[in-house]
Each structure stands twice: as C-alpha cells, then as structure tokens.
C-alpha cells in the first residue's frame, strides 16, 4: 500500500557528494518522521539521519557536519546531502519512513537500498 522509491546512489571519489532521494507513494494519509539508515555486509542496520515532520533532526555522529538530511512535505520526499564523502561512507544505504495509511494504521515502510561507494 505504501512505497518508497530511492534515487541518488553512485560511486564517487573521496571528498565529493551525493544527493540521495526518496520519494513515499501509495495510500498515505501522513508521514511522521523519514530517515536514512545503512548496513554494511555482517553488521546490523545503523542510523544516519533522521527528520520528524516538523523539521527537527538527528544525526549520527560519523556523518554531523558532512551530511544533511531535509525533507520536502509536499512531495513526501526525503534527501540526504552527502559532502565530504570517506570510503567508510561505502554501504547500502535505506530510506524509512513512518507512515499513517489512509486506513489510519501506522507502519514503518523501508526502501530496497541504494548503493553508495566512494572511492579512495
């Protein structure tokens, strides 16, 4: 009923950018907060940036002040701004998104990946 549709991933040298985008469809009533997540390959699903409906956000710390998370209502899209990019940043990264249905459920719905390597 809901899904979300990423954009953005690529392979880019050390210290360039990235815009990743993701864009929620489907059979939404409102979407409370949006975030950005990665997981490399054996490890467990961390936090990059997160963003509630209002606009305030959260950051982990590997990625303050080099990434920015922002969110366009209207569109029920979330970016992230990646600059200064390290080969660390290399993973799959996922978009999530809590979402209220037009059914009025609430439900976290995640995007399918979107590979972002950086090269040294």
């Known amino acids: 009923q809901v899904q979300l549709v990423e954009s953005g991933g690529g392979l880019v040298q050390a210290g360039g950018s990235l815009r990743l985008s993701c864009a929620a469809s489907?059979?939404?009533?409102?979407?409370?907060?949006m975030g950005w997540y990665r997981q490399a390959p054996g490890k467990q699903r961390e936090l990059v940036a997160t963003?509630?409906?209002?606009?305030?956000?959260n950051y982990a710390d590997s990625v303050k002040g080099r990434f920015t998370i922002s969110r366009d209502n209207a569109k029920n899209t979330v970016y992230l701004q990646m600059n200064s990019l390290k080969p660390e940043d290399t993973t799959v990264y996922y978009c999530?998104?809590?979402?209220?249905?037009?059914?009025?459920?609430?439900?976290?719905?995640w995007g399918q990946g979107t590979q972002v390597t950086v090269s040294s």
């Open positions: 963003i509630t409906s209002g606009g305030s956000t």
């Open positions: 489907g059979s939404i009533f409102s979407i409370n907060a």
């Open positions: 999530n998104a809590e979402v209220r249905t037009r059914s009025m459920a609430l439900y976290d719905y």
